[in-house]
T-cell receptor, first 119, second 117 residues
Framework: GAVVSQHPSWVICKSGTSVKIECRSLDFQATTMFWYRQFPKQSLMLMATSNEGSKATYEQGVEKDKFLINHASLTLSTLTVTSAHPEDSSFYIC???????????????FGPGTRLTVL | KQEVTQIPAALSVPEGENLVLNCSFTDSAIYNLQWFRQDPGKGLTSLLLIQSSQREQTSGRLNASLDKSSGRSTLYIAASQPGDSATYLCAVRPRFVSGAGSYQLTFGKGTKLSVIP
């Protein structure tokens, strides 16, 4: 089946530094990818929609200047947490829909997640 | 705005028991509903996807039902095993939304299942 990878799987950084997280669709093209954030014992909350070749769409309350998203190719989206602070520590998960028009179905595939800890 | 609620938040059962996890959603205009499994510190594994026109889906020991009009779905796990221990999330995809937004999922907080050997 389709696979979505994320890198790194975990990262620890100092407050004030920037961290880049990559999301790749390994065997299909994804013009759209989604970035979610999950705090402990909480649900996944959509942060933004990453669109290949255009600007990302951010959900209300998510700072676009803090969470920079670049979808430079049909298989790669990156999320950069700029000037990270301890409150940004969370589990970040990306997803990509696989659209199979030949069978009129689509489903989303999720990456394994990236655990960010900001000291 | 769609809201998804999962009850109970946590559940502990002895091995071999059958169990039911519940999911409710406030807006019945959904395209589909999906059940996921999440192991600690891991990503999501899709278990079952029910289209809005369907009433249930089955995969092995899992059976998911959907009652769109009442905004409810259940995940039935038969003969539970310790390996079933995980957090189970349900998520709905909206209908009547165009473009990329139509693929956005709204998640519940999950039910943490512990199956005791």
């Amino acid at each position: 089946g389709a696979v979505v990878s994320q890198h790194p799987s975990w990262v620890i950084c100092k407050s004030g530094t920037s961290v880049k997280i990559e999301c790749r669709s390994l065997d299909f093209q994804a013009t759209t990818m989604f970035w979610y954030r999950q705090f402990p014992k909480q649900s996944l909350m959509l942060m933004a929609t990453s669109n290949e070749g255009s600007k990302a769409t951010y959900e209300q309350g998510v700072e676009k200047d803090k969470f920079l998203i670049n979808h430079a190719s049909l298989t790669l989206s990156t999320l950069t947490v700029t000037s990270a602070h301890p409150e940004d520590s969370s589990f970040y998960i990306c997803s990509a829909p696989l659209i199979e028009t030949s069978v009129s179905t689509d489903t989303q595939y999720f990456g394994p997640g990236t655990r960010l800890t900001v000291l | 705005k769609q809201e998804v609620t999962q009850i109970p938040a946590a559940l502990s059962v002895p091995e071999g028991e059958n169990l039911v996890l519940n999911c409710s959603f406030t807006d019945s205009a959904i395209y589909n509903l999906q059940w996921f499994r999440q192991d600690p510190g891991k990503g999501l594994t899709s278990l079952l996807l029910i289209q809005s026109s369907q009433r249930e889906q089955t995969s092995g020991r899992l059976n998911a039902s959907l009652d769109k009009s009442s905004g409810r779905s259940t995940l039935y796990i038969a003969a539970s095993q310790p390996g079933d221990s995980a957090t189970y999330l349900c998520a709905v995809r909206p209908r009547f939304v165009s473009g990329a937004g139509s693929y956005q999922l709204t998640f519940g907080k999950g039910t943490k299942l512990s199956v005791i050997p």
